[in-house]
Every structure is written in structure tokens, then in C-alpha cells.
T-cell receptor
């Protein structure tokens, strides 16, 4: 079963623009993670935010977490064509079972 | 250091057959998780193994099984294959750090059932 629902399902932007994708989840979590997947390959971990954190930065990535609304957002600034991929949020309730959302397909046009 | 290795990368089977997929985790990683990815259902959790024990299990029928060996390598098996089992099967390993279980994924095994 999927814990998270992501919004939008697909996003198309111009290179240089910012991309924002959102994730909502249903149950209590210990942390929330974002992963990236390039065309049917394995997923790559991007960033982890703990339940007691509200915002975290890593390079061009900014993640926010609102546990009261059970939602998170991933912002990619100054996007590049190489950022074209699918992005997934994953929730960790400390059971060592990560549950992934449905994903957002991002297309960055050169 | 070497990443997570999954074999085979591609395979074609027919309905009713069985298949075994293999996963070699990153050295030192004792937890191995398996996921099924399909266009319709997304990423679905299959099971997670730690120290040769199945610690978590998803909502899949008993045709899906797995095991982990003493060297942390893992296999999953699907018996009596159905058309709907066609998917990308992803394996991921981690050090299973409490509160920060970050997964490193392999490239996947793409199964086609005809």
C-alpha cells in the first residue's frame, strides 16, 4: 500500500525555473525522505528530514515538512535538463519499512 | 565501494513458471528490502530482511517469497507467475540505522511475463 500521494503527478518546466512537488501522507512518521529515479532505473536518495525538523537544504534542494498537515514539499531551484526524472517521497515510521508515494514526473525543457 | 547488484537485469518468463532474483547489498549493509514497481501501482513494498530474518512484509500473496543469507545477500522468488507480475523488481540495502533508514537501490530486475 502507498502511504504518500504526490502532487502534481507530472510537471513540465523550462530550464532555470524552480520546480515544486508536494507529498501528503497518512500516518505518524519518524522521518520523510525524497528519492529520485531516472527512467526505470534504481532510486537515488536525495535528502532526509526528521519529524522534528521543519526545513532542510542540500545544494539546490529545499525540503519542508509540516507534521500537523502530514505534508512535505521538495523545491528544486534553478532546474537543469539533467534534473528530468521521477521524484518520490518515502515515509519511515521506524519499522525499517519505507513506504513510497506515487511520484512526480519532472520534465525540464532545455 | 561497490553498489547494490541485482541479477539478472532482464528476464522473460511465461505464465506458470517461477523466477528467482538475486541481490548483493553494499558491504556492511545488513538490511535488504525488496520493492515491486509497476506503472499502475507504483512502488509497492514486498519485504525486508535483516540478519537472515524477515522483519517486515508487504501485502503480497504467498507466491512471493524471499530469503537472506549469512553474507546478507538476498533472493526473492515468485512462483506460478501471472501476467500481472510483470514489473521492475528493485532491491535496496541499508545499514538499518534507527530513525534514519536510508536505502541504496540497485538498478532493478525487469521481469516480463508472457
Amino acid at each position: 500500500s502507498q502511504q504518500g500521494e504526490e502532487d502534481p503527478q507530472a510537471l513540465s518546466i523550462q530550464e532555470g525555473e524552480n520546480a515544486t512537488m508536494n507529498c501528503s501522507y497518512k500516518t505518524s512518521i519518524n522521518n520523510l525522505q525524497w528519492y529520485r529515479q531516472n527512467s526505470g532505473r534504481g532510486l537515488v536518495h536525495l535528502i532526509l528530514i526528521r519529524s522534528n525538523e521543519r526545513e532542510k537544504h542540500s545544494g539546490r534542494l529545499r525540503v519542508t515538512l509540516d507534521t500537523s498537515k502530514k505534508s512535505s514539499s521538495l523545491l528544486i531551484t534553478a532546474s537543469r535538463a539533467a534534473d528530468t526524472a521521477s521524484y518520490f517521497c518515502a515515509t519511515d515510521d521506524s519499522s525499517y519499512k519505507l513506504i513510497f508515494g506515487s511520484g512526480t514526473r519532472l520534465l525540464v525543457r532545455p | 565501494k561497490a553498489g547494490v547488484t541485482q541479477t539478472p537485469r532482464y528476464l522473460i518468463k511465461t505464465r506458470g513458471q517461477q523466477v528467482t532474483l538475486s541481490c548483493s547489498p553494499i558491504s556492511g549493509h545488513r538490511s535488504v528490502s525488496w520493492y515491486q514497481q509497476t506503472p499502475g501501482q507504483g512502488l509497492q513494498f514486498l519485504f525486508e530482511y535483516f540478519s537472515e530474518t524477515q522483519r517486515n512484509k508487504g501485502n503480497f500473496p504467498g507466491r512471493f517469497s524471499g530469503r537472506q543469507f549469512s553474507n546478507s545477500r538476498s533472493e526473492m522468488n515468485v512462483s506460478t507467475l501471472e501476467l500481472g507480475d510483470s514489473a521492475l523488481y528493485l532491491c535496496a540495502s541499508s545499514v538499518a540505522r534507527a530513525g534514519a533508514n536510508v536505502l541504496t537501490f540497485g538498478a532493478g530486475s525487469r521481469l516480463t511475463v508472457l
